[in-house]
């Protein structure tokens, strides 16, 4: 109320007052006609930050969107027709909101499709172990003895060295609850396969670090180059022949593997965009990856997202807002074999990436959006303080100045981009990620609402920054995006997602 008094007393329009409604009676009270003309002037004259949020927090398709995501198409790797169904349904689903719509084709350079992976144990007590294979595990049969290794130590595997070679290792993985847990299992496993290199094992299981049976998939360091087959196997079957061993038994396992392996093959991004009225040169791209692994129906890693892009364009496009700059909205592919679609889009986009002013990525499921990392990036901080201010009653927003990696702001910020990734609350990501679980009843529905309200006015915001807010956003060179790894030590990080050499060798990024 005392914001409306001092707006009436200096006369300014109310672009920013939150709720007139509930202002209505106090006003008539006061002067009758003229305020409750101000006060229409007041609803008529919300501003398109307010108008966006109210929008993507009203009744939108969003939810019914991510179902046919989830439970029409399902888990959709690159390469299956799962994928390519989700290709057609993204292109009609942005198409349909009246946007520009294309898919931007690429190239994959391996096609990896998982069908089966069975087991059978050898030793005390019949067991049919459930396990599956990592990413790029040859089509076999694989017969080993099985060497434990306690958690996959130096020390471990050197005590064992003698054993160790053209033998099965088991390791021991502590439990992962959220995405700490997920960066520790992947540095962990990252280590475990240069041990096992080095030693000259014939393959790795790893304890599947969720309990009660769940499985899950994911990359190895050397992506497609890995050449021990690398299993995932229930932690309660992994802890049974742990202990066997442990108690002196002879545990043997003959696992056999049915995957489908290819050459290159072609697969597509899908991209909306609305076109900048003041610089339409300008460019902010928000993205979301469609792929998903094979495993449940990607639904918080990443449909939930998916969705939400699409959310945004169309209200954008209903509401007829028309931004300063120009909004692509980027439904990647190829995300989870290693970004491979957004980093096509930088090869592509080359010459104009000087023109890009912020690429974001939203990745980490439904969980309440709590801030985003700014990825080396200072300068980005407090813009993104700015812009998130008509959204501030869902925040407080913490801004951390960390680099990802790990998704598809990944190539921009090898370029230079400025570029950000959404942080979240666990929720149900970290349980779920990458496992048969990740299905459309696990997203939470109205933290994801809230989400699109809150990343679609970030989105806006940046597309409407004055130019010289704007100005601070510029390209890094490669020294400056390599003091940004230097200065967090991100080598290992890279090279745990095998991008660490791409980078070095001037494959990816910046000259
Ligand atoms: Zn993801």
Aim: glycine fraction near 8%; proline fraction near 4%.
């Amino acid at each position: 109320m005392q914001l409306l008094k001092q707006l009436i007393l200096e006369n300014k329009t109310m672009i920013y007052m939150k709720n007139p409604f509930a202002n209505i009676k106090i006003i008539s009270r006061i002067c009758g006609f003229v305020l409750i003309m101000m006060l229409s002037l007041a609803v008529t004259s919300q501003s398109d930050y307010e108008l966006l949020r109210d929008a993507m927090l009203g009744e939108t398709p969003i939810a019914d969107d991510l179902k046919e995501l989830c439970e029409d198409i399902g888990g959709r790797i690159t390469g299956s027709k799962a994928n390519k169904a989700s290709v057609n349904w993204a292109f009609s689903k942005l198409n349909a909101t009246g946007l520009k719509t294309w898919k931007d084709g690429f190239e994959m350079p391996v096609l990896w499709l998982p069908q089966t992976t069975k087991s059978r144990l050898f030793g005390p007590g019949a067991k049919t172990p459930i396990l599956v294979s990592k990413y790029g595990t040859e089509r076999g049969i694989y017969s080993s003895k099985i060497v434990g290794v306690g958690t996959g130590t130096e020390e471990e595997f050197e005590s064992k060295s003698e054993v160790i070679k053209d033998r099965f290792v088991i390791v021991e993985t502590e439990l992962c609850l959220d995405i700490n847990g997920l960066f520790a299992e992947y540095a962990h496993a990252a280590k475990v396969e240069e041990l096992a290199y080095k030693h000259g094992a014939k393959g790795i299981i790893f304890m599947s670090s969720r309990p009660k049976g769940l499985l899950y998939r994911f990359i190895t360091s050397r992506g497609t180059s890995a050449i021990i087959p690398q299993f995932i196997m229930a932690r309660e079957d992994a802890r049974f022949i742990m202990d066997e061993i442990a108690r002196g038994q002879h545990m043997e396992i003959t696992i056999t593997v049915n995957s489908q392996k290819g050459g290159s093959f072609q697969s597509q991004n899908v991209i909306a965009e609305i076109p900048g009225t003041k610089y339409p040169d300008e460019v902010i791209v928000i993205g979301a990856h469609l792929d998903s692994w094979a495993m449940g129906q990607g639904a918080n890693d990443n449909g939930c997202n998916v969705s939400m892009m699409i959310d945004i364009a169309r209200q954008i496009k209903a509401l007829n807002i028309q931004p300063d700059r120009t909004i692509r909205f980027a439904l990647w592919n190829g995300e989870e074999q290693g970004y491979f679609g957004s980093w096509d889009y930088t090869k592509e986009n080359l010459e104009t990436l000087d023109n890009h002013i912020m690429a974001l990525s939203v990745d980490i499921g439904s969980g309440g959006i709590t801030g985003f990392f700014t990825n080396g990036r200072q300068e980005l901080m407090g813009i993104v303080d700015k812009v998130l201010e008509p959204v501030s009653e869902y925040g407080p927003f913490t801004q951390l100045n960390i680099p990802i990696v790990g998704t598809d702001n990944f190539d921009f910020m090898l370029q230079g981009v400025p570029n950000l990734v959404a942080n979240h609350k666990p929720f149900n990501y970290g349980l779920n990620y990458h496992a048969s679980t990740d299905t459309y009843d696990k997203v939470d529905i109205e933290s994801l609402k809230q989400n699109a309200a809150i990343v679609a006015v970030l989105t806006l915001g940046f597309a409407n920054l004055d130019p010289e807010e704007a100005a601070v956003l510029k390209r890094q060179t490669r020294e400056e995006v390599q003091d940004v790894f230097d200065k967090s030590n991100l080598e290992f990080t890279m090279r745990m997602f095998n991008v660490w050499e791409p980078w070095i060798n001037g494959e990816r990024g910046i000259k």
